[in-house]
């Protein structure tokens, strides 16, 4: 059974960092495209990074330059490094994973494509 478990949100304000964590079992984080996703409240889960096996890296356009993401397969762990935050940047953040596909190019902002979901974590961003 796969599990995922996201820790790391917590409140800052504008400008500051958060490094958010996925801590995986039951499944290998390097096996297939894996992502971060966030919902605001009222609006629809977004993609917001995307990581493949080969290790080429996908964000969404708010995140670039401004987002890394991130795995260390001997902790198989992922990692979303998230500096000058704003408060756009408010929601909650969840960690996806066992992708429909190796690679993220087929589709990573699509929520259809991963199978499994963490609880999520809660970032706050406030003047």
């Known amino acids: 059974q796969v599990h995922l478990v996201e820790s790391g949100g917590g409140s800052v304000q504008i400008g500051g960092s958060l490094r958010l964590s996925c801590a995986a079992s039951?499944?290998?984080?390097?096996?297939?495209?894996i992502a971060w996703f966030r919902q605001a409240p009222g609006m629809v889960r977004e993609g917001v990074a995307a990581i493949a096996p080969d290790g080429i890296e996908y964000y969404t356009d708010s995140a670039k330059g401004r987002f890394i993401i991130a795995r260390d397969s001997a902790k198989n762990t992922l990692y979303l490094q998230m500096n000058n935050l704003t408060p756009e940047d408010t929601a909650m953040y969840y960690c996806?994973?066992?992708?429909?596909?190796?690679?993220?190019?087929?589709?990573?902002?699509?929520?259809?494509?991963?199978?499994?979901w963490g609880q999520g974590t809660q970032v706050t961003v406030s003047s």
């Open positions: 039951g499944y290998t984080i390097n096996s297939a495209c």
């Open positions: 996806a994973a066992r992708s429909l596909y190796l690679k993220c190019s087929n589709g990573w902002r699509s929520l259809s494509n991963f199978a499994d």
